[in-house]
């Protein structure tokens, strides 16, 4: 009885595998993609290549690992997935892309860090994504830091300061009108001409 194979015939090696079982040394098949084997190993099949790592070529030895910003969750794979915008993975042969830090963002796919969000701006987390991170609003402010605990949240502007949407730091209010939970009051008294920003209304210490 005999027996057919429709890949690649090669002499027995690396990345090779007896068709005929061991009791014949000739043909021998390659490897395909996502598979391999390696001189130690059983030479009557391949080996698929494990999660977190790939092998795009036929005939091989061994799997390479995925790179930072690619994962891989299944065996036998001949190609690694890029992580999607808002995730990331820093380190080779992930298995999985990580969501964003609380913080932090990630507008393009493939990559292997997220970004900390600009001043002005937030990102707490509880949004669907981490695509981008939110303006802060109005009578709110976020100044420049490196530290991503603190682009979760904007802080209320003091009393008889305010500021607009998405700024880093908060003004004083002209003379007459009301700022974060305080008025500076103008020379007569009068504080009834109130525009938006500088509202006076009661604001929560951060949000």
């Known amino acids: 009885m005999s027996v057919s194979v429709s890949v690649e015939e090669t002499s027995s090696s ?29 030479e009557s099949t391949c080996l698929p290549c494990p999660a977190g790592s790939h092998q795009p070529a036929n005939g091989s030895a061994s799997c390479l690992p995925c790179i930072p910003g690619r994962a891989n969750n299944l065996a036998s794979q001949p190609e ?19 969501d964003c830090e609380p913080g932090r963002f990630q507008s393009q796919s493939g990559q292997l ?18 695509l981008r991170c939110q303006a802060c609003p109005a009578g709110y402010y976020r100044t420049d830091t490196d530290k991503a605990q603190e ?27 009301a700022g974060g939970a305080g008025v500076r009051a103008a020379p007569s008294g009068d504080a009834a001409a109130i525009p938006a920003g500088c509202a006076g209304a009661d604001r929560t210490a951060e949000i």
């Open 14 to 42: 690396k990345g090779t595998y007896d068709s005929m079982m061991l009791c014949l040394k000739s043909p021998t098949a390659v490897c395909l993609a996502g598979q391999y084997r390696g001189g130690a190993d059983n």
């Open 80 to 98: 690694c997935a890029e992580c999607a915008r808002g995730m990331y993975s820093a380190s080779p042969g992930a298995i999985a892309c990580a």
């Open 113 to 130: 860090a997220c970004l900390l969000c600009a001043a002005g701006k937030y990102q707490d987390g509880e949004t669907a994504t981490f």
């Open 151 to 177: 682009a979760t949240r904007c802080l209320a502007c003091d009393p008889g300061t305010s500021s607009d949407a998405g700024t880093a730091l908060c003004q004083p209010c002209e003379i007459g009108r």
